[in-house]
């Protein structure tokens, strides 16, 4: 079993769309939870970061993580076509380094 | 403030020759980690570097693959006698202290072996 197990997708949804972008992991002494968007040929920026179960708001992204079921989520409301990339989820490794997930291909069709 | 820089962005080696992969972290950060990306898949951790240390080098290959950050320039990350399957793209990512939130990455090395 993979550390970190995500959708590839190709995922596609019409602009103003809420995407919903999911991740189960299966270490439970992970505590740091990341979620990274890749455009293409860029390296990964950091979009947010969770410390272990809840919720977190940034403008229109917002993290959720269940520590219980090992998941999860990013949410993007009012998608809009620059958000067309690749999201990666990422968790820690007892802090020494980062456990990436495959990512998923988002596109938002104009 | 600069990023992290890499360079460079794109390399080309034949099957047997060494690749050189340079990574210089951003202003203030005295940790960096490699990374490597292969078509269609996530981040896959190669390293760990201080300053003069490698503190964790559990995803490096046994053999062909070193990594150093010196005292003074860029972190190297080294690959001799490059085979096809070393064609992949490696990032590396730098922060100030042990691996947080505050870890930025470049833009990545494109290494095509041909």
């Known amino acids: 079993q993979k550390e970190v197990e995500q959708d590839p997708g190709p995922l596609s949804v019409p602009e103003g769309a809420i995407v919903s972008l999911n991740c189960t992991y299966s270490?439970?002494?992970?505590?740091?939870f990341m979620w990274y968007r890749q455009y293409s040929r860029k390296g990964p920026e950091l979009l947010m970061y969770t410390y272990s179960s809840g919720n977190k708001e940034d403008g229109r992204f917002t993290a959720q993580v269940d520590k219980s079921s090992k998941y999860i989520s990013l949410f993007i409301r009012d998608s809009q076509p620059s958000d067309s990339a690749t999201y990666l989820c990422a968790t820690d490794n007892y802090g020494q380094n980062f456990v990436f997930g495959p990512g998923t291909r988002l596109s938002v069709l104009p | 403030n600069a990023g992290v820089m890499q360079n460079p962005r794109h390399l080309v080696r034949r099957r047997g020759q060494e690749a050189r992969l340079r990574c210089s972290p951003m202003k203030g950060h005295s940790h960096v980690y490699w990374y490597r990306q292969l078509p269609e898949e996530g981040l896959k951790f190669m390293v760990y570097l201080q300053k003069e240390n490698i503190i964790d080098e559990s995803g490096m290959p046994k053999e062909r693959f070193s990594a150093e950050f010196p005292k003074e320039g860029p972190s190297i990350l080294r690959i001799q006698q490059v085979v096809r399957g070393d064609s992949a793209a490696y990032f590396c990512?730098?922060?100030?202290?042990?691996?947080?939130?505050?870890?930025?990455f470049g833009q990545g090395t494109r290494l095509t072996v041909v």
């Open positions: 270490n439970s002494a992970f505590q740091y």
């Open positions: 990512a730098s922060s100030p202290g042990a691996m947080n939130t505050e870890a930025f």
